[in-house]
């Protein structure tokens, strides 16, 4: 028997959250090529973008969680392979608005940017809880990179809060590909509830 997703997306109980669509991770120039192809495969933007739409629509709001510097790398993380990885591929990057804001596809006035300088998760390295629960906010749906690390952390941060989280599998991406996949089926479908971008759209109730 199909799972019905619909009870998850009651009116003001949901908001969609997009963790580092940003052109600085995963734009032409972003640090990681098969990131960036990956996110081109699915069609990730576009899904992100069409999501986005929807949620506005329905009232609920659209939240940008992206991956910010600050001026000089004050502060910035120097204590893991993943960092120290970023921070060399990133170099200049703290002062390019162009890089570290949502891409136009997916931005609106009115849209909500939580700006993180630290970690590898937008649930502890910005307000993003305090924020939701002050709106009421119980269900996320959430899109983005990585299902390997930042999706990944964001999905068991907001589970371990007691939200209930949708992933559209088209609106997200890892790399490897073989291994996000695996952690996407194996992990994060015990955790959150994994659908596609058109069967999110259609099970969500209309304004």
């Known amino acids: 028997m199909a799972f019905s997703i619909e009870p998850l997306l009651q009116p003001g109980k949901v908001a969609f959250v997009l963790c580092e669509v940003q052109p600085g991770v995963i734009g032409p120039d972003g640090p990681w090529r098969p990131l960036v192809e990956a996110v081109e495969k699915v069609g990730l933007i576009a899904n992100a973008a069409r999501i986005a739409e929807a949620a ?3 009232g609920a709001p659209v939240i940008h969680c992206t991956a910010a510097g600050l001026a000089g790398g004050f502060g910035q993380n120097r204590n893991t392979r993943l ?3 970023a921070r060399k591929r990133r170099a200049g990057e703290a002062g390019d608005a162009n890089a570290r804001n949502p891409f136009p596809e997916v931005w609106r006035d ?4 939580l700006p993180r300088f630290f970690g590898t998760s937008p649930m502890t390295g910005s307000p993003l809880d305090s924020v939701l629960r002050n709106e009421g906010v119980t269900t996320l749906i959430i899109s983005g990179v990585s299902l390997c690390f930042a999706m990944l952390n964001l999905t068991f941060d907001a589970a371990n809060r007691a939200y209930q989280v949708i992933i559209p599998r ?6 490897p590909e073989a291994y996000a996949a695996d952690v996407l089926e194996n ?3 015990m955790l959150a509830t994994v659908t596609t971008t058109d069967a999110l759209i259609e099970a969500w109730p209309a304004k």
């Open 56 to 58: 506005r629509a329905r």
């Open 187 to 189: 992990t994060l479908s």
């Open 170 to 175: 088209d609106a997200a991406a890892g790399f």
């Open 110 to 113: 009115g849209d909500i940017l």
């Open 83 to 85: 960092s120290g990885n």
